[in-house]
C-alpha cells in the first residue's frame, strides 16, 4: 500500500517562502511520477506542479510558474515543493499525489492521473 505524508506547511507572510515535503513508502519511489494538487476553502481541487519519474521534466499551473519549484529526491522518496515569492491567493490545502502506472503520464495535471493521495497539508499566507 502506497502511503504519502506530507510536512512543511505553516503560516507565511505574502512574499515569502515555504517549503513542503512528501514522503512516501510502500513501493519503489523512483519509477513514478508524482504531483502537487491544492484545494482552497470553498474552490475545487487544482493542479499545482508535476514531476516526472526520472526529474527530467517538470509541469506548472501557470499561477505558480516562475514562483514554485517542484523537484525529487529519490534516495529519500521525497518529492519537495519549493514556494517563493508567496500570495494570499496560495492560501489552500495543498496535496501530494502519486499515480497507479509507473513510468510517463500522459496527462499529469488531472487529478485522474492519481490513485493515491496525502493528507495535506495547510499553507496559510497572510497579507
Known amino acids: 500500500q502506497v502511503q504519502l505524508v506530507e510536512s512543511g506547511g505553516g503560516l507565511v507572510q505574502a512574499g515569502g517562502s515555504l517549503r513542503l515535503s512528501c514522503a512516501a513508502s510502500?513501493?519503489?519511489?523512483?519509477?513514478?511520477?508524482m504531483g502537487w494538487f491544492r484545494q482552497a476553502p470553498g474552490k475545487e481541487r487544482e493542479f499545482v506542479a508535476a514531476?516526472?519519474?526520472?526529474?527530467?521534466?517538470?509541469y506548472y499551473a501557470d499561477s505558480v510558474k516562475g514562483r514554485f519549484t517542484i523537484s525529487r529526491e529519490n534516495a529519500k522518496k521525497t518529492v519537495y515543493l519549493q514556494m517563493n515569492s508567496v500570495k494570499p491567493e496560495d492560501t489552500a490545502v495543498y496535496y501530494c499525489?502519486?499515480?497507479?502506472?509507473?513510468?510517463?503520464?500522459?496527462?499529469?495535471?488531472?487529478?485522474?492521473?492519481?490513485?493515491?493521495w496525502g493528507q495535506g497539508t495547510q499553507v496559510t499566507v497572510s497579507s
Open positions: 514531476i516526472s519519474w526520472s526529474g527530467g521534466n517538470t
Open positions: 510502500g513501493r519503489t519511489f523512483s519509477s513514478y511520477a
Open positions: 499525489a502519486a499515480p497507479q502506472a509507473r513510468g510517463t503520464i500522459a496527462t499529469p495535471y488531472r487529478d485522474s492521473q492519481y490513485a493515491y
